[in-house]
């Protein structure tokens, strides 16, 4: 049995929020990205580890793991053959914040 994938509904609200706010200015490119941040995604399947440890950038220690897409961040947590997506940031907000919510 391979890598399963599983978003958050945080995340996936995430990512409705970021298409909403690029579609005030263009659809098409609202839809480009979040197509290119659903294949970043999909691809964590074949490579849970590439992600970079936010405790390596932080010096806290977490499980958190991210992949930078653009102008935003895919921050996830790879444990028991499962990606688990759990919020989809730009890189200017106050991630670490919104992270710990969770």
Do not use: W
């Amino acid at each position: 049995m391979g890598i399963r994938i599983r978003i958050n509904p945080v995340a996936v609200s995430d990512l409705q929020e970021i298409k909403n706010y690029i579609a005030e200015e263009s659809l098409d490119i609202a839809t480009k990205v979040v197509k290119e941040i659903i294949e970043k995604i999909e691809n964590s399947s074949q490579f849970p580890e590439m992600g970079t440890m936010l405790k390596h950038k932080i010096g806290l220690k977490n499980k958190y793991r991210y992949i930078i897409c653009g102008q935003y961040l895919i921050f996830y947590i790879y444990e028991n053959d499962i990606v688990s997506v759990q919020r989809i940031l730009h890189g200017k907000r106050d991630y670490m914040s919104l992270l710990n919510e969770l």
